[in-house]
Structures are given as C-alpha cells and as structure tokens.
Antibody, heavy 124, light 107 residues
Framework: QVQLLQSGSEVKEPGASVKVSCQTS????????MHWVRQAPGQRPEWMGW????????KYSQKLQGRITIIRDTSASTVYMELSSLRSEDTAVYYC?????????????????WGQGTLVIVSS | DIQMTQSPSSLSASVGDRVTITCRAS??????LNWSQQKPGEAPRLLIY???NLQSGVPSRFSGSGSGTDFTLTINSLQPEDFATYYC?????????FGGGTKVEIK
C-alpha cells in the first residue's frame, strides 16, 4: 500500500533552517507530484508548495517564496522540504501529501494520502 | 488568493443524524473542490475530490455536491467515527487554500 513516512520532530531556534524528509513506498514515485502542507496549532492547513517528482519542477506559495526549497531524490523515493530563516510563526505540524494525479507532469491539487506529520517548534 | 469560507464552524449532532456542511469560494472554482476529514492528532484524510467524487475506501454515507462558488458536504446517518473536523479545499489555482473547518461534535 502507499505509504509516506516523515522524519521526526524538530526544535529550532529563530533564524535557523529545518529540513523534513518524506520517504515514500508502494507506488511509482516519479508518476506523482508531492505537496507540502503545514498546520499551526488550532489553525486551518496551509499549502506550502509542490514538486513534480518526475522532472523536479516546483511551485511554491508566494508567501514562502525565498525561504522554502523542495527537492526529491528519485533513487531513494524521498522528497525533502527545507524552510529557512525560521520564526516563531513557523511552529506547526508539517505534512507531505501526494497529489491525486497519477499521470506524469500532471498536478490536480488534491491530496491523498498524507504523511503522518512532523512537528517543528521554533523557539529560543 | 481564493478565500474559502465554511459554515457552520461547529455543530452538535447525534448518531444517525444527517449533517450538512457548506463551503463558499470567493470566486468561481468550477468543480475544483475537495473535502477532507481530520481527527485530533491525525493527518487529514481525503473524502471527496472534484466536488462530488467519493475517494476509494470512503463510506457511501459521505457525498458532495455543488459547483461554481457554493458546495456542500453531506453525511447521511452519522456514525461515531465521523466526529471530527471537516475542511474544504480548492484546487482551482495556487495557492491552494482551505476553509476554516467545521467541527462535528457529539450532542
């Protein structure tokens, strides 16, 4: 079955960077885009960006542009999300979520399944 | 950015009730509307995509309808495992955006 396994919780100081991994299994990695979505405590989810796992093309939220980088390692079927210049408002659970399209280079913009989530706490 | 507004923000219902949640987009999004369910401490789970398509493995008591700016999620015969928070999400354009959520609680 399709599985997305994320790396563990992180505690970072303001100004630092965090890199979260999402290891996939159970499907053809390069056929699907992968999204990153975060959810601050008690808030609605917030879409951060996606990567086309086949060609590596990315699309980022304008709000995070310049601070976010999403890359993939096709040999390891793993996607990484790095967020830099962290601030307290970045404290959230970060999720990877596979796009619904199963066609290379297509992005439909709905999410299934989701990873288990990675808690990132930004605090001095 | 497209704003997504859900109502109500919370509701109380009993097992066996029919529940309706609405979602309104700030502009037309055609049928590019998805619904997910989230339980405390868990990742969201996709229920409906493309406004009315039931995701594989989701019970048939869940249904979605609407197009343009107004959408509805209906749960027929609410079950104990359905008490959760429900989010709508538009996939019409980026940034992909979510509604504020509807928490379904036990009456």
């Amino acid at each position: 079955q399709v599985q997305l396994l994320q790396s563990g919780s992180e505690v970072k100081e303001p100004g630092a960077s965090v890199k979260v991994s999402c290891q996939t299994s159970g499907y053809i990695f390069t056929n699907y885009a992968m999204h990153w979505v975060r959810q601050a405590p008690g808030q609605r989810p917030e879409w951060m960006g996606w990567i086309n796992a086949g060609n590596g093309n990315t699309k980022y939220s304008q709000k995070l542009q310049g601070r976010i980088t999403i890359i993939r390692d096709t040999s390891a079927s793993t996607v990484y999300m790095e967020l830099s210049s962290l601030r307290s408002e970045d404290t959230a659970v970060y999720y990877c979520a596979r796009d619904g399209a199963g066609v290379p280079a297509a992005v439909w913009g709905w999410f299934d399944p989701w990873g288990q989530g990675t808690l990132v706490i930004v605090s001095s | 950015d497209i704003q997504m507004t859900q109502s109500p923000s919370s509701l109380s219902a009993s097992v066996g009730d029919r529940v309706t949640i609405t979602c309104r987009a700030s502009q037309s999004i055609s049928s590019n509307l998805n619904w997910s369910q989230q339980k405390p401490g868990e990742a969201p789970r996709l229920l409906i995509y493309g406004a009315s398509n039931l995701q594989s493995g989701v019970p048939s008591r869940f249904s979605g309808s609407g197009s343009g700016t107004d959408f509805t999620l209906t749960i027929n015969s609410l079950q104990p495992e359905d008490f959760a928070t429900y989010y709508c999400q538009q996939s019409y354009n980026t940034p992909l955006t979510f509604g504020g959520g509807t928490k379904v609680e036990i009456k």
